[in-house]
């Protein structure tokens, strides 16, 4: 019977292969240590993302609500990807990627009406956020639809103020004021406080001087925090 020598290719093979299936073995654990530190991380730049294209619209509505005296709401995104008129040429006031949602599932933005219902209780904390300021608007063509929103935090209780969990969905057709993803998920980082992707309205409506615009360092990006058991 033949046995394998100091010299046996054969058996420094397998001495090779037995150090390199113990190396991988460490760098799957290894792997699924940071996973999930991984993950939290995409979401994180994904809500990012979604705060940046959300302040996008809220802008291009207040540009188009600017242009129309107060007098118009844009009823669908592509209201505000056409542009406004600018002399003989066009005015383009939203980037096609930002009329897409990074969080929902088919990329469409919920439209936000301009009633109490959804905006009264983002503005309660809004307000709550700002140390019990609610922000002036950015432009008094803009105090018509939020003068109905303040009415309504100062006459209904907290309870009132709660937005329903079957919220009617509207993604196109109808004036709004604002949008909001459709993802009802716990978020990985915060918005005014807020933790939860549906609640995240973005609103030219309360964004004067005096308020967090966007939250977080002037200019930088939002503070967010993990929430907990997270």
Same mark, same amino acid.
């Given at each position: 019977?033949?046995?394998?020598?100091?010299?046996?290719?054969?058996?420094?093979?397998?001495?090779?292969?037995?150090?390199?299936?113990?190396?991988?073995?460490?760098?799957?654990?290894? +792997?699924?240590?940071?996973? %999930?530190?991984? /993950?939290?991380?995409? /979401?994180?730049?994904?809500?990012?993302?979604?705060?940046?294209?959300? &302040? &996008?619209?809220?802008?291009?509505?207040?540009?188009?609500?600017?242009?129309?005296?107060?007098? @118009?709401?844009?009823?669908?995104?592509?209201?505000?990807?056409? =542009?406004?008129?600018?002399?003989?040429?066009?005015?383009?006031?939203?980037?096609?990627?930002?009329?897409?949602?990074?969080?929902?599932?088919? =990329?469409?933005?919920?439209?936000?009406?301009?009633?109490?219902?959804?905006?009264?209780?983002?503005?309660?904390?809004?307000?709550?956020?700002?140390?019990?300021?609610?922000?002036?608007?950015?432009?008094?063509?803009?105090?018509?639809? $939020?003068?109905?929103?303040?009415? $309504?935090?100062?006459?209904?209780?907290?309870?009132?103020?709660?937005? %329903?969990?079957?919220?009617? +969905?509207?993604?196109?057709?109808?004036?709004?004021?604002?949008?909001?993803?459709?993802? @009802?998920?716990? $978020?990985?980082?915060?918005?005014?406080?807020?933790?939860?992707?549906?609640?995240?309205?973005?609103?030219?409506?309360?964004?004067?001087?005096?308020?967090?615009?966007? %939250?977080?360092?002037?200019?930088?990006? %939002?503070? =967010?925090?993990?929430?907990?058991?997270?």
């Amino acid at each position: 019977m033949r046995t394998q020598t100091a010299g046996d290719p054969r058996g420094e093979a397998g001495m090779t292969m037995m150090a390199v299936m113990a190396i991988m073995a460490v760098f799957a654990v290894a +792997l699924m240590a940071v996973a %999930p530190t991984v /993950q939290l991380e995409i /979401q994180r730049e994904k809500e990012l993302e979604s705060i940046r294209r959300g &302040e &996008e619209v809220a802008e291009a509505i207040k540009e188009y609500v600017i242009y129309h005296r107060g007098t @118009k709401l844009p009823e669908s995104l592509d209201d505000l990807l056409e =542009g406004l008129p600018q002399g003989t040429k066009t005015r383009m006031i939203l980037r096609e990627s930002a009329a897409t949602d990074p969080l929902s599932e088919d =990329g469409k933005w919920r439209l936000i009406k301009p009633d109490p219902q959804t905006i009264a209780a983002f503005a309660k904390r809004v307000q709550d956020y700002n140390n019990g300021l609610l922000p002036s608007n950015p432009t008094q063509l803009l105090d018509r639809y $939020s003068i109905v929103i303040v009415n $309504s935090i100062d006459t209904n209780s907290e309870e009132d103020l709660t937005e %329903p969990e079957d919220y009617e +969905l509207v993604t196109d057709n109808t004036p709004f004021i604002g949008v909001a993803s459709q993802s @009802k998920a716990r $978020s990985v980082i915060t918005y005014y406080g807020i933790e939860n992707h549906s609640k995240w309205v973005f609103t030219p409506l309360f964004r004067g001087g005096g308020g967090p615009t966007p %939250p977080g360092p002037r200019g930088g990006r %939002p503070q =967010g925090t993990p929430p907990p058991n997270r």
